[in-house]
Each structure stands twice: as C-alpha cells, then as structure tokens.
C-alpha cells in the first residue's frame, strides 16, 4: 500500500523524488514552449489575438484583454461584456503580484424586499430580474490597461470587432450549447435574434454574426470605460431594463468601480499561491494546499485510489470553512489568519480517514451554496517575464438569456446567486457583491514566476487546480500532461447539481470499486468530460528560459508558445 504518513520529512520544493509522468506521458497535442512568451486560452482564435498583441510588444497585460474580449464574442454561453471578471498580475518591475477583483456589487434598489412582493421565494435564474448586479468586465479592462498597457486601447478589441461584425464559424460545442438552451435562447427576441437563423438555433460550422455586439465593442474600443459605464451603451442596457421590469439604474452603473487588492496566499512545498480575496472562493485552495502539504504525494502517487480519495475529502472539509464566510469581504470580518493557518488544516486533518468518506452529517447544517456554471479561464506570460491570470463569468450559460435591445450583450445572472434569507451569508443586499465560484491562480518560486492557471467548472475548480499543481510540482508533469490526465469532481459542477464523485473513465474501474467501498458515491462520466471544465495553464522554466503552456482539449482552446 502506498505510504500515507502524515508527518514525515518531505520534500520542500525543487524535483520530486519520484516522477508519475509515464502513465499519462503521451498527450493529444504537446505542452507549447517557447523562448519569447506564451498565451493559453479555451478557444482558438482568442488564443492567436493574443499571440498578435504580443508580437507588437503588448504588456501580458494587453494580450489578456484582446483574448478575452474575442472570447466574449467566440464563447458567448461562458463569457460576454455582461459579465464580471478576476485576475492577478506580475509585473516584473513591481516584483509583486497584484489582485483585482472586477466584479459587480448589486444595484441599488435591488432589495429582497423587492422580490418577496413578488411572491418569489427566491432569485430568478433567468431574465431582467437575475441581471441585477452591474457587471465588472469592461471597467477591470480598462483599469488593468491603465496600469499596464502599452499597446493602444482601441488595438485591443481589433480581433473580437472583427469576429462580431464579420462573423467565425460555430465550433460543434458550443452550437450543441445553443441547441439544448434553445427554449431560455427564445424567450426574448433579442436573444432569439442573436442565435436563430430561419427560426432555428445556428449550426455548426454556420458563420456566427454578431452586429449589434459589434457596435457595442467599438463603442468601447473609441471611449473606453465611459460608453459602458456613462455612454450610449449603458443608456441601451437601463432602458431595456426598464422595460421588462429590471431592477438597475443608470446611476448603479455611474457608481460602480473595480478594485485593486493584494491578494491572499499560502507556501506549499516552497512555492508561493496566490488567490483572489472574497468574494471568490480562491482561499478554499490555500486551504486545500494547507492540508495537502502533510501528505508525501509522491509516494501516495497520481491516479491510484488513495490520491482521488484525499483529493476529494480535503475538498469536502475545506468547503465547509469555505461556506461559512465566502462573500462580499466588505460586509463581514473575514479571519484571514485562522482560515489560512497550518494549525486548523492540522486540526481538521484529524476528521480525514482512508477507509471511509467523512460524514457530512457529522457537520453542522451550512448555507446551502450554488454552483458557478459557466467561465472562461485564461493566461498570459510575456517575454519580459509578466504574467496575467484571468477568469471571466457570465455565470450560467449564456447568462440571464437576456439582451438589451441593441447592444448584443448578453447581461449576467450572478446575482440569483443571491439569497433571500436574511440569515444567509451571501443574503442579498443593496450595493452587494455575491459569492463568487471563479478563481484565477498563480504561483511564484524563489521570488520569480513560476505557474498561471485555472480552469472554469464551479466546486471543481479548487480541485481541478489541485490537480494540476500537485501534478507538476508532485509529480514532474509538463503542463499538458497535468492538464489532459484523467480527472475527478467532488461535489457541484457546471451545469450539474448532483454532489457525486465524478471520475473520468478513463481511471480504472478497480479504483472506482475501491472508492465505492471507502464510501464514496461514485458517477463515472465519459473521457476529457465537459463536467470537467476547461484547465489552461503555462509553467515558466527559469532554468531553461522556456515558457510552457497547455490548453484543455475538453474545451475549443489551444497554447501557443514562440
């Protein structure tokens, strides 16, 4: 059996003692390294507007901006203008990393008193009345841009004007996404409008035109923030709302702005991770790692029955700690120090056995938590060594399903992640930021930059960044290998609400059996799984001078390197 001492003297960084790269060692596409930058991103064409930004000596930075805005055209059911963003920098002349937290705050006259006249007992999931938060996306842009750009502002949205007024032909999955969300996709005829030709959703492979989307980002690419926030495009989304029974003003959008944070960390085995504060569910990994750091991984080893079963155990007691204080840091006192410390994950190690699941009964009752549905993740390393991870949300897929008349944006429904229980941690509140599921990571070594990387995928993305980091840093995999081995998923994901364990299949059915018999509630789901997420990631090789990226091949996504 494998050793699973949890004190013991481990390895601290540096080459694993044992490398598990042979089982996976053979990849669908190989990780992309490269001398002079990198860029990562879940669809192609947003990966190759980035790779053009840099090649005009854009800050990493800048090509974030470019690859996320042709996603917001290219993936409109993940990421959109309507959304709300994360992201942490490195920037080699501050030689610190940075946090902001692009999200938006509730309008303010979005009360529960509001939806309680309604008769409703909870936030819509769809329509005006779920898009009553003030989405952050277009605000963190241009905040990231003036403290990092270089290249021109209206060069940044070059590519994804292009692709909205021009057209892409549809990729299979996401013209799949259109079709099963074809009813939410004609419940208002803006939407209708977007994504059915000849009274039918668009196909794949059907050139994709998006004007009105277009007009909305050359709006943005003229007057930046201002359009958005204060102009034209913000007079289309008020009146729209207006008319369908919205909640949110034009002075919300007048009064909202992002924020610049340090972040928050942890050291595992000498690597420093970096997460955004709450309201995002980032420090769930710190303490994960916290826990983690006990166990000698690499004698336990990737893929066999007790790595899945510690995985998924300190993701379900950390979850715990996670749900309790998750929201807006400006509304609560957060314990940073505690939730953070060695000595609670020493503490709760104690509740984790290898012959049996932790009961959750044996915990006191929670707030019950939602899972995040669909995000897009991206990173960008430069050849001057700067590096950005970023994560962007619209929450459910294609969001509220609402589009305000002329504007082709799709308006997020983040805010039905809101209760309306007075008691909840996450209950809603005038002028609020919710809970948030989306996390960008980031990692440094000796001072330098050494890892960026996320996936999308609600509950799974602590583990799903779990998963990659402990298998490079574990197990010696290059960043494809860690992204394209077989994965797992305890508890909610995108666009599912069961709380089984997810295995990919191609784990071994004698490691399912044995799951199943420590107590684990096994659903096995098919290879490379949408469940899954998309995971993109880029490791940055100090040694060698090399970049090295990987893209998730469950997605539409590729790595470039150069």
Not at 281 to 305: H, K, P, R
Request: glycine share 10%; with cysteine.
């Amino acid at each position: 059996m494998a050793a699973r001492c949890e004190e013991q003297d481990i390895q601290k960084g540096g080459k694993p003692l044992v490398q598990y790269t042979d089982q996976f060692a053979a990849t669908g596409r190989p990780v992309a390294e490269g001398a002079r930058g990198a860029v990562t991103s879940p669809h192609y064409l947003a990966t190759q507007a980035g790779k053009k930004i840099l090649e005009k000596d854009g800050h990493a930075v800048d090509a974030a901006i470019a690859v996320n805005s042709v996603l917001c055209v290219v993936l409109p059911h993940m990421s959109g203008l309507g959304g709300d963003l994360f992201s942490l920098v490195w920037d080699q002349s501050e030689n610190k990393v940075q946090a902001l937290n692009g999200s938006g705050s509730s309008g303010s006259q979005v009360t529960r008193s509001v939806y309680i006249q309604k008769d409703l007992d909870k936030i819509p999931e769809r329509g005006p009345l779920s898009a009553n938060t003030v989405p952050g996306t277009v605000d963190a842009w241009w905040a990231l841009h003036q403290c990092y750009g270089k290249v021109e502002w209206a060069a940044l949205f070059e590519d994804a004007i292009y692709y909205a007024e021009n057209g892409f032909p549809l990729t299979e999955k996401t013209s799949k996404f259109i079709a099963e969300k074809a009813d939410i996709l004609s419940a208002y005829p803006e939407t209708k409008k977007t994504f059915f030709v000849n009274g039918s959703p668009i196909q794949a492979g059907e050139i994709f035109v998006q004007p009105d989307l277009a007009w909305s980002f050359k709006q943005i690419a003229r007057d930046g923030r201002k359009a958005f926030y204060e102009g034209v495009i913000a007079d289309k989304i008020i009146a729209s709302l207006e008319k369908h029974g919205g909640l949110l003003v034009k002075k919300d959008f007048e009064d909202h702005q992002v924020d610049w944070e340090d972040p928050i960390s942890t050291n595992y085995r000498g690597y420093d991770v970096y997460q955004v504060k709450p309201n995002t569910q980032g420090i769930a990994v710190l303490m994960m790692f916290n826990m983690l750091e006990s166990y000698d991984m690499t004698s336990i080893g990737d893929g066999t029955t007790d790595y899945y079963h510690l995985l998924a155990e300190t993701a379900k007691l950390k979850f715990r700690y996670r749900d309790e204080w998750v929201t807006d840091s400006r509304s609560i006192t957060i314990p940073y120090d505690l939730l953070l410390s060695k000595s609670l994950s020493k503490k709760v190690r104690t509740h984790l056995s290898w012959e049996e699941v932790y009961s959750l009964d044996d915990l006191e009752e929670l707030p019950e938590i939602q899972g995040s549905r669909d995000t897009v993740y991206l990173s960008v390393a430069d050849g001057e060594g700067n590096g950005v991870s970023l994560i962007q949300s619209i929450y459910h897929e294609f969001g509220s399903g609402f589009i305000p008349e002329g504007s082709g944006i799709l308006l997020q429904n983040r805010g039905s992640y809101f209760s309306l229980k007075e008691d909840h941690i996450n209950t809603l509140e005038p002028n609020k930021r919710t809970f948030h599921t989306i996390i960008p990571a980031m990692a440094l070594k000796d001072g330098k930059l050494f890892m960026l990387f996320g996936s999308m995928g609600g509950e799974g993305q602590p583990q799903t960044q779990c998963a990659l980091f402990t298998r490079v840093v574990d197990f010696g995999y290059n960043m494809q290998q860690a992204i394209e081995a077989p994965r797992w998923l305890y508890g909610k994901t995108w666009g599912a609400d069961s709380t089984t364990l997810k295995l990919e299949e191609r784990i071994s059915a004698k490691t399912m059996d044995e799951l199943i018999d420590r107590g684990h509630t096994v659903e096995k789901v098919e290879a490379y799984s949408q469940l899954m997420g998309h995971a993109q990631g880029i490791v940055v090789d100090h040694d060698r001078g090399v970049y090295a990226a990987g893209a998730d091949p469950r997605g539409d996504g590729i790595a470039l390197s150069w």
